[in-house]
């Protein structure tokens, strides 16, 4: 059964190619331009009737004696992306290509549909954390040889997450087995209209593409997916573990770099929509 999906985030860069690579056809504008060539006459019955738009009423360019008419169409193509996400899942779902079930065999790069309670990881603010951490140091450095932090630091630690930049959402383990753990990776800039982070908690679906597989002898870093907009040399040059460490217990935030590390058995989803 086919139903309109309104999503509240959107990856366009993902999806715009996802479509057109499964053949989805967008909306289309077409500019229609009419060239006289030689003296107007209206007496006549002669003409042709073209349709600017499969199903709608027909232009009808009439051209008597003494008169020739041209007419020239420029297809000028331009996205929609709701009605193409709703084209494309419906089509996935039609050929079978779309994962709904993860306890059925699912390999990285296949495209799934997950219905869960989601909740927004703790990773998320420790990334946000880190990233303010980082940036703060890289415009003072000599606060890391200060004994005592400057009280912008206090409210760097205090504030809450930032709106934008990388967010995790999480879904634990359910009653049954087969309920594995899930986590969905998203760029806070894919947001719809007015939504915020709130409105990605609670009963929704994800669409998206399996990152990573992890079994329960493994874990996944998201270390460089929450650190992405930090240089990585400068990254490299600083403990993470020393930072939220030092930096934790001043804020009363114990983050360690082991919230970064989410244990298997799980699968990682980057996110193309959510609705």
């Known amino acids: 059964m086919s139903f309109f999906r309104s999503p509240l985030y959107l990856d366009l860069e993902v999806l715009v190619p996802l479509a057109n690579y499964h053949d989805i056809e967008v909306m289309t504008d077409l500019e229609v331009t009419q060239r006289d060539k030689g003296n107007r006459s209206f007496g006549g019955e002669a003409g042709a009737a073209v349709s600017i738009v499969p199903g709608a009423p027909s232009i009808k360019f009439r051209a008597g004696k003494g008169n020739e008419s041209e007419v020239t169409q420029t297809r000028s193509v331009k996205d929609h992306p709701t009605d193409s996400l709703n084209r494309l899942v419906d089509k996935l779902q039609k050929d079978e290509l779309l994962t709904t079930d993860l306890a059925q065999a699912v390999a990285k790069r296949q495209l799934v549909e997950?219905?869960?309670?989601?909740?927004?990881?703790?990773?998320?603010?420790?990334?946000?954390?880190?990233?303010?951490?980082?940036?703060?140091?890289?415009?003072?450095?000599?606060?890391?040889?200060?004994?005592?932090?400057?009280?912008?630091?206090?409210?760097?630690?205090?504030?809450?997450?930032?709106?934008?930049?990388?967010?995790?959402?999480?879904?634990?383990?359910?009653?049954?087995?087969?309920?594995?753990?899930?986590?969905?990776?998203?760029?806070?800039?894919?947001?719809?209209?007015?939504?915020?982070?709130?409105?990605?908690?609670?009963?929704?679906?994800?669409?998206?593409?399996?990152?990573?597989?992890?079994?329960?002898?493994?874990?996944?870093?998201?270390?460089?997916?929450?650190?992405?907009?930090?240089?990585?040399?400068?990254?490299?040059?600083?403990?993470?573990?020393?930072?939220?460490?030092?930096?934790?217990?001043?804020?009363?935030?114990?983050?360690?770099?082991?919230?970064?590390?989410?244990?298997?058995p799980l699968v990682v989803i980057k996110g193309i929509a959510i609705y």
């Open 114 to 264: 997950v219905e869960r309670a989601w909740c927004i990881s703790q990773a998320t603010d420790v990334g946000s954390l880190l990233t303010g951490l980082f940036a703060f140091i890289a415009r003072d450095p000599s606060i890391l040889a200060r004994k005592e932090p400057p009280d912008e630091l206090f409210d760097l630690m205090t504030s809450p997450g930032q709106a934008g930049g990388a967010v995790v959402l999480d879904s634990a383990e359910g009653d049954t087995a087969e309920d594995v753990r899930v986590l969905t990776l998203l760029d806070a800039g894919g947001l719809v209209g007015n939504h915020g982070l709130d409105d990605l908690e609670g009963e929704m679906a994800v669409f998206g593409q399996v990152e990573a597989l992890m079994s329960d002898t493994q874990s996944y870093s998201l270390e460089r997916f929450l650190l992405s907009g930090v240089s990585r040399t400068f990254r490299l040059s600083i403990s993470v573990n020393d930072l939220l460490a030092g930096f934790g217990k001043l804020g009363g935030r114990n983050f360690t770099s082991d919230d970064l590390q989410i244990k298997g």
